[in-house]
Each structure stands twice: as structure tokens, then as C-alpha cells.
């Protein structure tokens, strides 16, 4: 739970796409309540939820709505940059990030994860391991022992990618393997001749 917030506070999420499909019952399960999704397009992935679109409409919604709110960025894929703006953007408005930690996830207890970070189903952090803001390590990842992931890096569903002590700066594509500081892609031997 963040500090200063406490179970049933309100929370919103931004962006509107299938990541805020996965991320809402997590959510929930810490004991927030989605009150609010804004994206930069009038939909909604839930019919009991408002929309907002855009800045301007979170701008009005906040000077309606001030006191403490949680926030999760559902923006996923290769928009890291993205999601990091829109990250920093609601901590300025006074928003608390969320970490969203599936309980089907596996995080190691010396795992460090910075505001924003989201651990889906089945991904697996393993010890000494830091996550930097607003990363994601989505369904059925392994990120393995003694890793740095930058700041809203994402590590794709499924995806065995990250080696030991690895220091990864960008996203990593689903089926790449990297290694080293900074992390490049693994190369494995060719064993045809």
C-alpha cells in the first residue's frame, strides 16, 4: 500500500487498453477503487467506470477531485518513454503510484521495485533484482537474480530474456535473450559448422 493512502481510496488508471484490463484487479485486490480512466481516446475497457480523454480532462477531473488518489499507467508495448511522462505528469498533480504486484507473480524479498512498477501473472523477479520507475514485467516473465532494469523498461509477456546481472536500458522484445551492463542480445553459438 503507498504511503499515505489507505484501503478503499480511489484510484485512476491511464490508458484504456488491454494492460488496464489486467491491472484494475490487482488493483482492486490491494483495496483501491477505480474511480476514473483517462486515455487519449473516448473509450473504456469498463462500463462502470468514467472516461476522461486526455490532459484536459484529467486537468478538470483533479480541480474537482483533489485529496489523495492512487494512480496505475496501463500504457504497455514498446511506449516506455510514454508511460514514464505520464507517470511523472500524475506525481506532479499530487497522485501516489501504484506498484502492482499480481499475487500469482514471484518477487524475491530483496527485490527492489520503484514506484509504478507492475508484476504480472506468473512473472518471476529473482533476488537482488532493482526495477527502476514504471517498469513492467508482464505475464509469464523471468527476469533473473542480480538485474537493473532503467526506468519503464518492459520485459514482454512470456518472455526469458534478462540474464544474470544483466543492466537493461530499453525494452526487450519477447524471445531475445541479453546479457551484460548494458544488456545486448545473447548470441548463441552456431553449431552447423
Known sequence: MPPGLSISDPAII????G?????RPILEAMGFRLVMVFDQHLVTPFADVP?????????QWRAEN??????????GGTLGKDRLEVHNRLLRAGLTPTIAVHHRAWV????????????LAMAAVAEG????????VNTGAQVDHDCTLGHAVHA??????????????????????????PARPHRRPNHNG
Open 108 to 119: 524475491a524479498g530483496s527485490v527492489s521495485l520503484a514506484p509504478g512498477c507492475q508484476v
Open 14 to 17: 491511464w490508458g484504456a487498453t
Open 19 to 23: 494492460q488496464a484490463r489486467v491491472i
Open 156 to 181: 514482454m509477456p512470456g518472455a526469458v530474456i534478462v540474464g544474470a546481472g544483466a543492466v537493461v536500458t530499453k525494452d526487450v522484445p519477447p524471445g531475445i535473450t541479453v546479457v551484460g551492463n
Open 129 to 136: 533484482t532493482t526495477l527502476g520507475t514504471a517498469c513492467i
Open 51 to 59: 472516461v476522461g480523454v486526455g490532459l484536459p480532462d484529467f486537468e
Open 66 to 75: 483533489g485529496g489523495d488518489c492512487a494512480f496505475a499507467v496501463c500504457i
